[in-house]
């Protein structure tokens, strides 16, 4: 689907995702400020805010939440979430994830929850969320995940498979899912964008057939079921599709949040006499080191060295600004961008 046809079909739906229960209530949203602990004097990005469940989870634990997404149609409705919480603190825009429209280094925590699996580019995505980051900063990402595997063999490549076929499944009810990722793959994506995995943990969750389905006509469902209930064995494993009265099966959500490596370990490197090996925090990596231990920035020290928001206002005036579409809901329009 082109981003038009994504904005038409969101935009069609929205209404939907304030009180969807997998979105409003998932076991993941409060698992996710639990594993990320946020401090009160963060930023925040929360990219496919959709309705804002994410961004008004973290808005009482942080100093400002910016919550971006692609359909407009979305932007009213997290507004009015807002107001009804007092959640003075929630800025609202329109933006794309491929090109994210902010500052480098201008968030401590960027967040997505439930929503990378629409995403045309993955990599991109997660190379924006790390240029957004000031250094030391952490990304929280909760999506769907699939059976994978990176290892060889016959059992192997029937996880891959199924992951397939459970991608086909999504794709056939939701032509604006692209792909879920397994584990390994979105590991592998994280260490690719520069982010170090300081916590990951997978969430079940049963969804009920006839409600999941229930924007399609009946020939669709039909299909839906058949494709569900006459799944590949690897396949119905994952699903675990059950008909008691009405039919549920399972999805898995993974957790993930990682941290953005800290450049400034690279120049420590170099100042280092070749004498001994010591492991460099941040790196990851065996390196030569001095006698005397190396002392890492911690986050208070990279909080001062990273500009504020308001900082970064009085400095760069031009940089970019906010406007209100209507109220409550602002748009976040580009002046210039760091190179």
């Known amino acids: 689907m082109t981003k038009d046809q994504v904005r038409q079909q969101f935009g069609a739906n929205a209404a939907a995702y304030v009180s969807s229960p997998t979105h409003a209530q998932g076991a993941s949203l409060a698992r996710l400020v639990e594993l990320v ?32 997404d692609l359909t407009a149609q979305m932007l009213p409705l997290a507004a009015g979430l807002a107001a009804e919480r007092g959640a003075g603190n929630v800025v609202l825009a329109v933006g794309d994830v491929d090109d994210l429209p902010l500052a480098e280094g201008a968030f401590d925590l960027v967040t997505c929850r439930i929503a990378a699996h629409h ?27 699939v059976p994978g595997s990176r290892l060889r063999g016959k059992r192997a490549d029937r996880q ?18 692209v792909r879920c990722l397994s ?62 009265g009405l039919t549920t099966f399972r999805l ?16 420590e490197v170099r100042a280092i006499p070749a004498t001994s090996s010591h492991p460099v925090a ?14 890492t920035p911690g986050r208070k020290e990279l909080n001062a060295r990273t500009p504020r928001r308001e900082d970064l206002n009085a400095r760069t005036p031009r940089r970019y600004a906010f406007f209100p579409l209507r109220p409550g809901v602002f748009a976040l329009t580009l002046l210039t961008r760091n190179q």
């Open 37 to 68: 602990a946020p401090r009160p004097e963060w930023r925040v990005l929360d990219v496919a805010t959709a309705t804002g469940h994410t961004a008004l989870a973290f808005a009482p634990h942080v100093a400002v939440v910016l919550g971006l």
């Open 119 to 145: 995403f045309p580019d993955v990599g991109r995505f997660l190379a924006e969320a790390a240029r957004v980051l000031a250094p030391g900063g952490l990304l929280a990402v909760v999506d769907n995940v």
């Open 282 to 295: 941040g790196c990851g990596e065996e390196t030569p080191a001095a006698a005397t231990p190396i002392s």
């Open 183 to 244: 584990l390994e793959e979105w590991a592998e994506a994280l260490l690719a964008a520069g982010l170090s995995v300081v916590a990951q943990e997978t969430l079940d969750k049963r969804l009920t057939f006839e409600t999941w389905a229930a924007r399609h006509t009946p020939e669709m469902q039909t299909r839906l079921r058949a494709m569900l209930l006459q799944a590949p064995e690897a396949a119905r494993a994952f699903l675990d599709p059950r008909a008691e």
């Open 252 to 267: 898995r959500e993974g957790l993930f949040v990682a941290r953005r490596r800290n450049p400034i370990c690279l120049e």
């Open 160 to 177: 891959r498979e199924a992951g397939e076929y459970v991608n086909a499944f999504e794709q056939l009810r939701d032509p604006s899912h």
